[in-house]
C-alpha cells in the first residue's frame, strides 16, 4: 500500500504537559505511524500568521496567533496510507465540545482544552501538507522521499 505523508503539530497546551505530551506521541505509535522526522521548536507570532494566513480575519485569528508562539511545539512530518485523513480522524473535532460529546475518545476529545487550545494539528489536504511540511522542515525534500524512500517502506 501507498504510503502517505501529512504533518503532525503538538500544540504549546500539550507539550507543556509532559503526560499529555507522551499519550499524544503514544497516539501516533500505536497507530504504526512512521515517524520521518520530528523537531521541537518555538514560533515567533509572525510564523504563526503566516501558517494560518487562511484564518486572516476570523474572530479567533489573533488568539490563536498569540497561542501557538506561546511556548515550545512539536512537529513531525508522518507516513501512512492514507496519513492526513487517519491522522485528522484521530484529533477528533476542532471545537472541544464537538470533539467531547462526538468523539469522546479522539485526542481532542480527551486532552484538548479548549477550541483554541485543542493539543494538535493535522494537514486537512495533499497540497496544504506540502505547503506546511516546508513550513517546519525547508531541507525535506517531499518529492525526493515519496521517488526513494516510499517504494521501500510500503508493505
Ligand atoms: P483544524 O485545526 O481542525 O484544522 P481549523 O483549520 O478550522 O481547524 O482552525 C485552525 C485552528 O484555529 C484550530 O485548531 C483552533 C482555532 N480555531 C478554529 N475555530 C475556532 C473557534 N471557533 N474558536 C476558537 N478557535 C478556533
Ligand atoms: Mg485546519
Request: charged share 25%.
Amino acid at each position: 500500500q501507498a504510503l502517505q505523508l501529512t504533518l503532525a503539530l503538538i500544540k504549546p497546551d500539550a507539550v507543556a504537559h509532559p503526560l499529555v505530551l507522551e499519550a499524544v506521541h503514544q497516539q501516533i505509535l500505536s497507530n504504526k505511524f512512521l515517524i520521518v522526522r520530528m523537531r521541537e521548536l518555538q514560533w515567533k507570532k509572525e510564523d504563526c500568521r503566516r501558517f494560518y494566513r487562511e484564518h486572516e480575519g476570523r474572530f479567533f485569528y489573533q488568539r490563536l496567533v498569540e497561542f501557538m508562539a506561546s511556548g515550545p511545539i512539536r512537529a513531525y512530518i508522518l507516513a501512512h496510507k492514507d496519513a492526513i485523513q487517519l491522522w485528522r480522524t484521530l484529533m477528533g473535532p476542532t471545537r472541544v465540545f464537538r470533539a467531547r460529546h462526538m468523539a469522546p475518545d479522539s485526542i481532542r476529545g480527551s486532552l484538548g482544552l479548549t477550541d483554541t487550545r485543542n493539543t494538535t494539528h493535522g494537514s486537512d489536504s495533499v497540497v496544504s501538507a506540502s505547503r506546511e511540511i516546508a513550513a517546519f522542515f525547508p531541507d525535506f525534500s517531499e518529492q525526493r522521499w515519496y521517488e526513494e524512500e516510499e517504494p521501500q517502506l510500503r508493505r
